[in-house]
């Protein structure tokens, strides 16, 4: 059950960071180089995955909740107990918090079902539904005041990621076929807005960490809660180089398209690994210090 938990947990953030970043990349940040190279292939084709994801977002979504209910009664028939569900939703946080995000799953996959839509309509429902994300982790364990803070820093630190994860899986799809686009430049682009990413997401990392374990790092420091974070950190330094790597080989000249590829695939796989190491977070006591 727990095991089912995490793999579910797991698809879900993905999907959800995923959804808003790609967004954010497509609309925002890579706006005016997207629309000057008429890339209707490619749009044409991020909306076909985005529909997948939101699907597949709203299906997970639903699974979770049902997962919930079967861990929190101690029964997998639970799972799909009508009383048991609308006890949950009804008389828990985090079945309040879920039912507007499951009616944001909903509206985002009617949304992406319509061609069109009021321009950003999309871009601000999936920003909502990354944030309803933000409660239901440990940041519940605090009330009042200092848990809202809480709340809003997990959101800050999600947003953070999925700009960050979304911005490299567009990049992926545009380095595989480039076509009339200039690569240097959208990557040098992408490389120095994601310094502030970077710097958001270690900013609230640490805030997490220090309000949830009541140290600089979680004791033990390598057992348990601290382990998964330590091995967190890792990926997320291992892309941080990667990164680096890349801004260094894009200053030296010639951009090479098969190293770019391999780069931006292994920052990929780097970033999905660490948001299955927080989905194993998520379910793990943070083992707070005396």
Known sequence: MATALILCRF???SVVLALFG????RDVIFRSSLAAAHLTVLDRQL????QWLATLGLISAVVWLSLTAASMAGSWRDAVDSQTLLLILSNT?????WVWHLALGVLMTVLLARSTCFPGLRLIVSALLLATLA???HGAMFSGTFGQLLILNQMLHLGAVAAWLGALCLLLALVVRPGALDMRALLLRFSGIGYGLVALI?????????????????IPAFSGFGLILAIKVGLVLCMLLLAALNRMMLRGGEVRLGRLR?????ECAFGFAAVAAVSLLGTLPPMLAA
């Open 135 to 137: 409660p239901v982790g």
């Open 11 to 13: 698809v879900h953030f």
């Open 202 to 218: 270690i900013v609230t990392g640490l805030i997490n960490v220090r309000v949830l374990s009541g140290a600089p790092w979680p």
């Open 93 to 97: 946080f985090f079945g309040k918090v």
């Open 47 to 50: 909306r076909c995955a985005m």
């Open 262 to 266: 391999i780069s931006i695939a292994l």
């Open 22 to 25: 790609l967004y954010l990349s």
